[in-house]
């Protein structure tokens, strides 16, 4: 695990992702980008483009997504920040009910420092990312193109398979 020290408390540099596709997706996301500012153990270095993004999986029919990522410093364990991410999709009124259906705020983190976990709770590297061209493409906007993802390879690597069709620059 890398890790920075400051002051005492260890800082580790993590992505998330974030993704709406109900009640004005750009200022669900640009609220939560304050948000997660807001808290006093992170950090937020730098935010990407918005994407208007085509859904993947889910129900037929639901609308298109607004995707983003962050990369962020943090001093929260990986469960703690789970916890915080969580609280602000509630704030958000996010309801989970129809498994990948349509939803006010999703947070997800992608990358915690080179941490590999896999519990009930969380899974880091997120599972599916390498198969995302909605994540791996606002990912590349925040963190260099030879950044490892895990066993997969590299960002830019995993990028050059995948069809980026169906991800477009979205001005909020
Ligand atoms: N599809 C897109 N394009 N963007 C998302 O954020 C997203 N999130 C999901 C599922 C339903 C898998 N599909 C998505 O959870």
Redesign the pocket.
Known sequence: MSVTSFGGAEWVEAYVAL?SNLENPCMQLQSALAEIAQNPAIVLLKHSNFYD??????PAGQPN?L?AAVKLRTTLTPPALLNALQAIEEAHGRVRDVR?GPRTL?LDILLYGDLVLDTAELTIPHPRMHERA?VLVPLRDVAPGQLPISDKGTLDGLLATLSTEGVTHHEC
């Open positions: 993704g993004t085509t859904p993947v999986g889910g997504y995707n990948w999703d909605f």
